[in-house]
């Protein structure tokens, strides 16, 4: 092509990268997160404009934009689902003196140093501690990553090799996200031998199964579902004494009973009923960091630890610091959402619901039932109230800055306050003024 008629190739008008990089708020992105990464956005936008993506002059916004403001591309959520325990929203979130905490250990500290003696000290001990303080009748407890680890490291080091996890067969049940118990028990070369059946399983449907193979009889709890009707199970009480090691998967992690969760059960009164081993979640009803919690005598719990795979489940020091501050902190925001006076929540609902109709917006507080979620206490309902809003409102407000889960019912966007602290009722407000005029 030749000619000086012909119009100016849009390619040639691509910015050039020092150029970009020169500019004041593309160079405040390098200060913020490396020039490394700024550059490779820079040279994914040009690329963008020689293709006839974006125009020439967009090439500094669009690599901005690429770039996600320069944090990670985790956002805070404020939860006004009603689900106390949203396993895609994070679980517990942690209390104030946890995330301190979190913040105090991020960088170099004594996670595993005795500063007294400026020598090598017990890993994670403070958080130990802490745990075997708040379940006094527990000889010895670790801490893994999630309860998953927990009940695998349990059957790698008891009945790896094809020795046997006798179980009821009402108890093989899937976790979530399509993960089931059962294939997480065979993956570490244990056997199982399920007994009894989906709704019935009887003393003697252990004791029949018990033999020279038998490593240990696991109890699980159902954690997200109920069997009600003609049904039966075996208390860890009268499975305790059957002669071989009984290990309770308890799932939520209540340390002791909880009022309102009569069905729910902890980790002290399921030792005093006899089990030798417990495992539980930290990120469920103890209000914690994700860990799977281990509870027991001093020999089995020694063993785990001791067990090669224990180092490839060992926790981080952020989440020994946040587990520790949960233990030895105030009520952690599961706990004070859980004992919320449901009264509370109804004036919560009607101040915010006053708040946002006097600026326009159709909004109305109503009464709501709130649940503890996957994590625990399934069919258990909790009195709650929330802010009821035009159906768009939902959309719209999982994108507002703060964003905001709520819930469709009846064709309105509930907000429900009981899993929300009321520390948070102002940025909710101004969460739902923002996006009201797109609605
Ligand atoms: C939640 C749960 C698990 C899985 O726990 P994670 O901490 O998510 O690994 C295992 N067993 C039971 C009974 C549970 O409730």
Redesign the pocket.
């Known amino acids: 092509m030749t000619g000086t008629d012909v119009p100016a190739d849009p390619r040639r008008r691509v910015p050039r990268t020092d150029h970009v990089l020169a500019r004041p708020d593309v160079s405040a992105a390098v200060e913020r997160i490396g020039r490394d990464r700024v550059k490779r956005a820079v040279h994914g936008a040009q690329e963008r404009a020689r293709r006839g993506e974006i125009v020439p002059e967009d090439v500094p916004a669009a690599a901005l934009a690429a770039l996600s403001g320069g944090s990670a591309t985790i956002t805070p959520v404020l939860n006004a689902s009603g689900v106390l325990l949203h396993t895609n929203l994070g679980r517990a979130p942690l209390s104030t003196s946890a995330r301190d905490a979190v913040a105090r250990a991020s960088g170099t500290c004594d996670v595993e140093l005795d500063m007294a003696t400026g020598t090598r000290g017990r890993r994670g001990a403070a958080a130990v501690d802490a745990l075997l303080e708040a379940v006094p009748n527990a000889a010895a407890a670790h801490v893994v990553n ?4 927990a ?1 695998a490291l349990v059957a790698t080091a008891l009945a790896s090799g094809g020795r046997e996890i006798v179980v009821s067969a009402g108890e093989l ?1 899937e ?1 979530g996200d399509g993960f089931r ?1 059962p294939d997480l028990l065979q993956s570490t070369g244990a056997r199982l031998r399920p007994v009894g059946t989906t709704n019935r399983t009887h003393l003697r449907d252990y004791t029949d199964a018990i033999g020279p193979d038998t490593a240990f009889v696991l109890k ?2 159902p ?2 579902f109920v069997v009600s009707g003609f049904t039966s199970e075996v208390d860890v009480a009268d499975l305790a004494g059957i002669g071989v090691p009984v290990v309770a ?4 992690g209540l340390l002791a009973p909880h009022p309102l969760l009569p069905d729910e059960p902890d980790v002290a009164s399921t030792l005093a009923a006899g089990a030798d081993l417990v495992t539980a ?1 930290g ?2 009803l103890l209000g914690g960091p ?1 860990a ?1 919690l281990l509870f027991g005598g001093a020999e089995l719990v020694t063993r785990l630890r001791r067990h090669p795979l224990a180092r490839a489940l060992r926790v981080d020091k952020l989440t020994l610091a946040a587990l520790e501050a949960t233990l030895v902190g105030p009520p952690t925001p599961v706990r004070a959402a859980l004992d919320t006076d449901p009264a509370e929540l109804v004036a919560r609902a009607e101040r915010l619901a006053a708040r946002l109709a006097d600026d326009g917006v159709d909004a109305r507080a109503v009464p709501t039932v709130a649940t503890v979620g996957g ?2 206490a399934p069919g258990v309902e909790l009195d709650s109230a929330a802010v009821s809003l035009p159906e768009p409102f939902a959309a719209a407000l999982r994108g507002a800055d703060p964003a905001v889960l709520g819930r469709l019912a009846g064709g309105r966007c509930l907000l429900d306050l009981r899993a929300l602290p009321p520390e948070a009722d102002d940025e909710l407000a101004a969460a739902v003024h923002a996006v009201a005029p797109e609605i």
Do not use: E, F, T, Y
């Open positions: 999630n309860n998953a680890a009940v049940v976790i118990l699980v709890h954690s997200n998967d308890i799932g939520s979640s990120d469920k994700q799977g994590g625990g």
